[in-house]
Every structure is written in C-alpha cells, then in structure tokens.
Nanobody, 113 residues
Framework: LMVKESGGGLAHAGGSLRLACVGSGDTLDAYDIGWFRQAPRKEREGVACARSDGTTWYKDSVKGRFTISRDNAKKMGYLQMNSLKPEDTAVYYC????????WGQGTQVTVSS
C-alpha cells in the first residue's frame, strides 16, 4: 500500500483548502491515516490522524479548524482546512503513522496574510 497526497495551493488567511490522500495497492481499512507538515527550517510534525478504529487526533493548533476524514471504500483520506492562518504554510504529507511509507513529495500549502 502506498499513499500520495494532493490538493494544496494558495489561500488567503481565513480561507479554506482541502487535501486528498489516495491509497494504491492494499486496502486502507487497517491503517491509521495521518497528515503531517513541514514548514521551512522546521521539523516535520503531525497535524491530524484518522485512526482505523474511527477515532481522530489533532494537533492543538489546528483543532476546530481542520477536519480529517477517510473513505475506506475509495482508499481515500482527506484533510479539510478552514480558517487558515499564515503559520499553516508548509508542505503537507499523508502517511500511515503505524506503518510509515517512504515520504512523497508532499503538497505545498501557502497561506497569505
């Protein structure tokens, strides 16, 4: 199973973007789906996770603004990002936290003030 992210772009502060993560190969059902991001000169950090048991986790700074979801039948994961802030600017990646895959290129999210 491999995953690939897409959907980044440019948004103004307060705007919204939706990221998508598509799985290929095995089914996603048994895996947690995680979204990560890396801002310039910073380490990669976890942003949100949709666990295989249906529960979710969010980084404190995105709680109430970001929503993670998944569609196992379509092998898809999503990250809806609302009320974006300039500090959300980063390259965003999806991966499987309990079974990490090689990191892809990510998708750039840029939020202007």
């Amino acid at each position: 199973l491999m995953v690939k992210e897409s959907g980044g772009g440019l948004a103004h502060a307060g705007g919204s973007l939706r990221l998508a993560c598509v799985g290929s190969g095995d089914t996603l059902d048994a895996y947690d789906i995680g979204w990560f991001r890396q801002a310039p000169r910073k380490e990669r950090e976890g942003v949100a996770c949709a666990r295989s048991d249906g529960t979710t986790w969010y980084k404190d700074s995105v709680k109430g603004r970001f929503t993670i979801s998944r569609d196992n039948a379509k092998k898809m994961g999503y990250l809806q990002m609302n009320s974006l802030k300039p500090e959300d600017t980063a390259v965003y990646y999806c991966n499987l936290p309990n079974s990490l895959r090689p990191w892809g290129q990510g998708t750039q999210v840029t939020v202007s003030s």
